[in-house]
């Protein structure tokens, strides 16, 4: 029989079918991010064993990007449709063995190959109908960076209007925020096929970016509006304190991830 | 720290958040099928050690679907966005350990809980936009039940079409092909987060689906293009030979899958 | 030069590129409808000289269609993305010159051949996302046209979720409902390229359709929800007591309107 | 009775509702333009009377652009699904009266406000999908605009690719191409509800935007492929010889079009 190749599946005689290729994959572009902070027991009840509360355990980040990604040939960047891709993620902070770590919470992205980049580094991705505004240098309709520029952004997910998010834009500065910039720490957990079986994989993993670059970050004054929907759960994290808004252009490259702990259980 | 539930992430305090909840999962829909010869050695190089060929090894099935699908309590069904979806998807014929197998090796879907859904039973799902003719009992504007009356169906992905099928009816039959009527064997290939690292998982499963259910099956003559996509290979397994087309309805419970045969290497 | 042709644009040198074919128009589909009154001001102030308030001037409808249709030759048969769409609207009542007429207020749509169709019509489409429960025959992913049987749509524009319906069958009746049931009589505005000019159209028309067929209409008790958007006032038309609801298959022609009345000012 | 409100429908007794308001209309956005010659016989044929050829017939341009708009308050900016849409449209040159004109023969949009106000426009806009690089400052994921950045477009309909277009930069110019230089000369073509009268609406007009403004203009070496769909015509004007191909952001305002020409019959 055959040696079946591919990083992802679909696998063939080439693997030149798989929905994802191997790693490096590199990013680059605009990243909208508000802070703030909820009730820390919200953000504790979703952090997994051997997680703890970070030192502001109420903390919390919603992200917006608007990305476009390659992988090393760049091929993706000849056909923009399977280059560009945004999303909208929420970030909470904790302790890991003592040292600071970041974890996704929740997450939507609105193309099939991020979704499963995403799977598999352990974002909880859904899909969703993402959008934010770019700013401008020419015409009347968009923001300039500049004191007084308004930023927005929005997701929704099966027709329901989820987040909208803005920020005015104040000054130049040098943090992209706190809640965000630590290590993922990230549960990897795949079910069985049999779902009376514990899941088939069930890990604590850890990403590192390489390469990374970013333009000027803008800080500004955020606005945060949280909706409701019989699938989701973030409006649980609902804002008790607004902290800040950030706004700059980023580049990476993901190429590696550690597994922490394997929590799996034989069956 | 916290009990984190969910069949599926995210997970959260509650499991409410899950993209998919745990089986059982109830489908009804219509279900176009094409049966065709390729070239044996395409399907031969799509089918992993210890599959082997079916005694007709050339033999192909594409089909279409448009599904709803539900939980046992039936919530989607009073949301139809989260009901809702249609597939295409290409099955070949094989051998495992004497038995006959069917074995779904390129699929694409245009909802995000039926992806995961799928992969979890090792169908290598793609997002695609999917169209099938509906019969209909009055007015011009759809084709009978009955001899002579044409069901089309499509699916593109990345703006780009790939496959136009057509079946013209002739008869009701008593057989819905030979293609897809066996068990589906399956590889759930999930890479490690170190991509230097073997799969995390690497496994061939097998579905059993229970409760099945149909409605009469027209038999026609089939009609089948398919067009290239630098991101595709199905276009290898090019019609030689076409065989026959059915449509039918049908309804059926995914409860349980089998894994046969575990392919992990430990790193 | 040449002689363009075309019923709508694009004009070229064969017709072939226009949005829009020349009538007829031929529809199948599926119906779903709800009637309830609600505050009379509010119907009577959507209704333009000179059509008056019906005798039930606060009794509304909002149909659900998901429908096939194509043009004589039926060639968008045999491609379905280009003959399926799903609509929904919402109707009033109204009297023009003694006489029972229909006026659609409020109309989404999913498809730009559907939106254009419907502004020579005088429908006052948007885009919209659209879904609409399916009946089924076999399995459990759906219900069955009987008593007990719920049926349930909703439609998005922007984003956001507008409004979601649903309908617990009955019994079969004979009626499927009034508000909807007399002649449409439209608005068709459309601006002059000079926007300090009047409009270039603005009349007032009368639709009828042809070869009217339906199965057996089900009738049940409705329940109506509606959500607000910053562009859009059909929840002004908020729901004071519900009437029924309806479900069945349509066929019919559209062939011909009327004008009625040009109101059109010379600029 | 009431006094309906709205430039365009839906009407409503506040016009809020209304699917396009009324102009000044602003935009900002990234512009593609690729320029080559065709057979001029097949650019003739779409030009009506009165136009005639320019004096180099064959000349075609292919742009692609990414837009924001808003009116005058900018409400869109803060809700940028509203403000962001994208579009691929082809331009060819006339001549009227002696004096040289552009003309948009093909349009693909991506939302219904742009789609009626191109119609508005004498644009003949169809809904299609589009995408365009763009370029980057950090990271490996884009070009740059610098000497042999890479930039590509593609555009789809009903599920079918269309158009690919690349532009290889060379330099900054001062030129953004000559095609689609001049005003815009338009039918504004419309069908009357009763199909066996003439068009309700036939005139050409002509197109001015206002407080024109451009970042620097990159040129390059430009590839355009064309691919075929039952129901486009564009695939005529096929390049016999590419000329150049331009980059740059754009800024203005569109006010007030021009009627040169009212065709219509009298029914």
Redesign the interface.
Known sequence: ??E?K?????????G??S?VP??PW????DLLTIEYRTDPDRV?????????PSDDPGAVAVLFAD????RDD??E????????YKEAFIVVGATYRGRPASRC???WVD??FA?LRG????Y?K??G?I????P????????RLEPGG?L???V?A????LI?A?VKLERITDSMGSVNAHPMHH??????????APP??D?L?M?RSL?F???DVWEGEPELTFFQS????FHLLEPREMLRGYYT?????F?????LEDHRVEG
Chains 1, 2, 3, 4 share one sequence.
């Open positions: 029989m055959s079946l591919g990083f992802t599946p679909p696998l063939s005689a080439t030149r079918s929905l191997e790693p590199h990013y680059s572009g504790i009840e979703l952090l997994p064993d051997p997680l703890e990305w476009q990604s390659c760049g091929q960047q000849l056909d923009p449709v399977r280059s560009q919470v929740f997450i193309k099939d979704l799977w598999i580094q352990g909880p859904k899909l109908s959008w934010m505004t770019r401008v240098t020419v015409g009347k309709a968009g923001p308004v927005a952004a929005t929704a099966y027709d329901r209007r909208e803005r549960t990897r957990l795949f079910p069985s096929v049999d779902s009376s088939a994989l890990e993993v990403l390469a670059e970013r333009t019989p699938t989701e759960e252009s980023v580049g990476f490259t190429g590696q991830g550690e597994v």
